[in-house]
C-alpha cells in the first residue's frame, strides 16, 4: 500500500483548479511499511491456525510474499494513481482491471521462485493453493487501490471547500470595498455642496468649513484603508459632521450627539464611515425638504448587551418606499445594512421606523466586544 500526503497550502493555482500531482512522502511510505507489517502477522496467524504449520514459517513465508507485493505496489501507484491523475475515472479503472491480475500473477510468481530456491522446490501443498493464492493476492490489491483512491477523494473534496471559502473571503473582502467606495463619494458631494451654498452669504464661514471638512476627509481617506476603527472615532466624526452641516441649514437644525455608555464600549471596533451614512440620510431625505426644519438626534446606547447605535430625525419622514430597498433613491442605507451584515452577522442589519410624531428612525445593534461573526 502506498500513500501519499499532498500539501494543504492552496495557491493561486490550485484554486484555478489545477494542483499538483501526489507525490510519495516519509509519512506516506511509513503508513504503508506499518500496512504491511501488521498484514504479515496477521496473515502469518491466520495460516499458521489454519495449516497447523509453526507461526515462524508462515511469518516468513508472508514476509517474502509481502515484500514482493509491496514493491510491485510502487509502479502501479505511480501509473494509476500519480500518472492518471485528472484522467477520467473508466480509463482508471481500466488499467486497474488489466494492472491487478498481472500485480496478482507477478507476486505468486516471485514468492513461489524464491521458496523454491530456498526450499529446493515448492511443496505440493502450497502449489494445490495457487489459485487461493492469487484471489488473495488480487484481493489485497482492490484494497489497497480503493483506500487509496478513497483517501484521494476526502483530499480532493476538503481542498475544494478549502478553495470555495478562500474565493468566499476574497469575493466578500472585494465586496465591502466597492460599498466603502460608493459612500465616500456621496458624503464629499453632498458636503461641497453645503459649502458652496455658503460661499457668497459668508465666506469667513466657508473657510471654516472648509478647514473642518479637511479634518474630516482626513479621516475618510485614512480610515478606508481600515478595516475597522474605534465606535469613539465613528461618533466624533458624526458630531462634527453634523456641526458642519448646521451652518448649512442654519436654524433649521437642530442637533444631539448622546452617548450612554463607557469609555471601554466607544473602544468598541466598528467599520469605517458606518455612522456617516445614517446622518446623511437624515439631513437629506428628512431635514431638507423640511421648510420648518428640525431635529437629527444621534444616540449611542446599551440595549439587551448589545451596542445600539441610534439616528432620529423630526423631518418629514419617509415616503412611502423602503429606504433599504432595491427601489429606493439612495444607497447609502441599503450599502450600510449589507457591510454591518458582513462584518457581524444578519442581527446587526439596520432597521427603519417612523419617528413619532414625524420623522424617521435607523438604527442598528453590534455584539459588545465588536467581534466579527463567521459565516
Known sequence: MTTTVVSSSASDTELLGTASRPRMTAKGVGLAALFWGLHTVLYALIIAQAVHIPFGWAATGQLISNTFLAVYSVPVWWLAIRTMRGVHWGWVLATHVLVGPLYAWAGIESYFGVYGLLAGGVPTALGSRYLWIFFSNLTLYIVQFALYHLVQNVQRLRRKEQQAAELLARAREQELAALKAQINPHFLFNTLNSISATLARDPDQAREMIAKLAGMMRYALDSSSRDQVPLRDEVGFARKYLDLERHRFSDRLKAQVEVNVGQKELDTPVPPMVLQPLVENALRHGIAPSERGGTVQVEVGDVNDRLRIQVTDTGV????????????????????????????????????????PSGFTVWFSIPRDGKASVQ
Not at 329 to 356: F, I, K, M, Q, W
Request: charged share 20%; hydrophobic share 30%; proline share 5%.
Open 317 to 356: 419622514g419617509a415616503d412611502g418606499v423602503d429606504p433599504l430597498s432595491a427601489e429606493s433613491e439612495g444607497v447609502g442605507l441599503a450599502n450600510t445594512s449589507a457591510r454591518l451584515e458582513r462584518t457581524y452577522g444578519s442581527d446587526a442589519a439596520l432597521h427603519t421606523a417612523p419617528n413619532d
